[in-house]
Every structure is written in C-alpha cells, then in structure tokens.
Nanobody, 121 residues
Framework: QVQLVESGGGLVQAGGSLRLSCAAS????????SGWFRQAPGKEREFVAA????????NYANSVKGRFTISRDNAKNTVYLQMNSLKPEDTAVYYC??????????????WGQGTQVTVSS
C-alpha cells in the first residue's frame, strides 16, 4: 500500500516557476514508477510526466517537454515536478500517482488528493 500527498501548488504569473512535491508512505515506494497527471476544469485528466523507480528513465507529455522536469529522491520517499516557463494553460489540479507498470499514462494504482496550480496571464 502506498499513500501519496502532494504539496507546492499555488498561484503564479505566466513565465514563472513552481516545484511540486509528492511525499509517499510505504516501504516499497522506491519500487514504483511515479507519475504526475493534471486535470483542468471541464477537461479529462491528462498525463504530464513519469519517472522510473531508479530515476534513470523519464517520460513527458509533449505539452510540457523542455519546461517541466520530474525527479525523485527515494531516500526521502519524495517525487518532484519542477515546472518552469508556466503558461495559463498549465492551470489545473496536479496529481501524483504510483504504478508497478511502465512509464506510460495508464496502470497507476495509487493516487494523491491533488494540489491546485493556477497560472495567471
């Protein structure tokens, strides 16, 4: 069992940066693929980024490539999402998730409660 708690969301101007954190509980967290997803009002949840259990492999949605960076610190049971050059269209609730499968956008077994990110123009 893995429990996930996101933090770090907030209000930022376009062009600014935020770093989201996802703190995990559970002894086997380091064996999970970790991912970030987001859901904007009136839209479906979409994949943002994923990182392998070792941190050696990552996968990003085209919409965030070059602007967002996913990383993890297994010693701290924490996954991060560094978001730079933020745009108003990045506004959404961001969710952390954990999976025993690959770096894709499906197969996630555990989810956090979400943290709101709002980017003003």
């Amino acid at each position: 069992q893995v429990q996930l708690v996101e933090s770090g969301g907030g209000l930022v101007q376009a062009g600014g940066s935020l770093r989201l954190s996802c703190a995990a509980s559970g002894r086997t967290f380091s064996s999970y693929v970790s991912g970030w997803f987001r859901q904007a009002p009136g839209k479906e949840r979409e994949f943002v980024a994923a990182i392998s259990w070792s941190g050696g492999s990552t996968n990003y949605a085209n919409s965030v490539k070059g602007r967002f960076t996913i990383s993890r610190d297994n010693a701290k049971n924490t996954v991060y999402l560094q978001m730079n050059s933020l745009k108003p269209e990045d506004t959404a609730v961001y969710y952390c998730a954990a999976s025993t499968q690959g770096l894709g956008s499906s197969g996630y077994d555990y989810w956090g409660q979400g943290t709101q990110v709002t980017v003003s123009s």
